[in-house]
């Protein structure tokens, strides 16, 4: 079973810095992309940054310029490097995977994996 396991989270001042890692595990033929979403109390869940498998990256307009997707491919982990947070980047962190190949209960199926999330709060 596909397992998305986030970290890197935490408290950091305006101007500050934090990067998240999302590992993901279990049998995993390929997958079409890797991203993060973040939703902030009472907003709707967004975009963060979106990586596909051949390295093409898309960023939302508030984070570009600030933010940095990257991943290892060989070990099928995603990072998101913020820096010159913000107080409105605060919010839960989502790890996501799309078109994700893999193996279950004897068959080979695509499916999209979500992590359980991790909290960024920034002060000002």
């Known amino acids: 079973q596909v397992q998305l396991v986030e970290s890197g989270g935490g408290l950091v001042q305006a101007g500050g810095s934090l990067r998240l890692t999302c590992a993901a595990s279990?049998?995993?033929?390929?997958?079409?992309?890797m991203g993060w979403y973040r939703q902030a109390p009472g907003k709707q869940r967004e975009l963060v940054a979106k990586i596909t498998l051949g390295g093409i990256t898309n960023y939302s307009d508030s984070v570009k310029g600030r933010f940095t997707i990257s991943r290892d491919n060989t070990n099928n982990t995603v990072y998101l490097q913020m820096n010159s947070l913000k107080p409105e980047d605060t919010a839960v962190y989502s790890c996501?995977?799309?078109?994700?190949?893999?193996?279950?209960?004897?068959?080979?199926?695509?499916?999209?994996?979500w992590g359980q999330g991790t909290q960024v709060t920034v002060s000002s």
């Open positions: 279990g049998i995993i033929a390929s997958f079409n992309s």
């Open positions: 996501n995977a799309e078109g994700v190949f893999t193996l279950a209960a004897g068959r080979w199926f695509t499916s999209d994996y």
